[in-house]
């Protein structure tokens, strides 16, 4: 069964190529593949990178600079510092999210 272009994207009526032509299950399935497959290399996009710059980390942890300085300097957070620029490992991050979690059941 074929369906109508105009009728399933009537927003290009007025292009002269598109008018005749018919989408077919096989151009949707092949359209709908295109998607899954951008989708997917988004998702891959948005996973983080190994080392995060300070600005990243305040903005992943939601934290002030001043607290991000702190976490520096009492040694929960390590880091490395290449010219000017400290970077923080994201395993590291997770690693530290992880031992200071808190049981809800245990006093703070």
């Not at 903005?59 to 000017?84: E, F, M, V, W």
């Amino acid at each position: 069964m074929d369906l109508n272009l105009k009728n399933l994207f009537p927003e290009t009526e007025n292009l002269d190529i598109l008018k005749h032509q018919q989408v077919t299950r096989l151009d949707l399935l092949n359209a709908l593949n295109f998607l899954i497959n951008e989708i997917n290399i988004s998702k891959k996009e948005e996973q983080p990178q190994k080392w995060l710059k300070s600005s990243e980390v305040k903005a992943l942890l939601r934290i002030s600079p001043g607290t991000l300085q702190n976490l520096r300097i009492n040694g929960t957070l390590t880091y490395t510092k290449i010219g000017g620029i400290i970077f923080y490992s994201y395993e590291e991050i997770l690693k530290v999210m992880e031992q200071n979690k808190v049981n809800r059941n245990t006093n703070e």
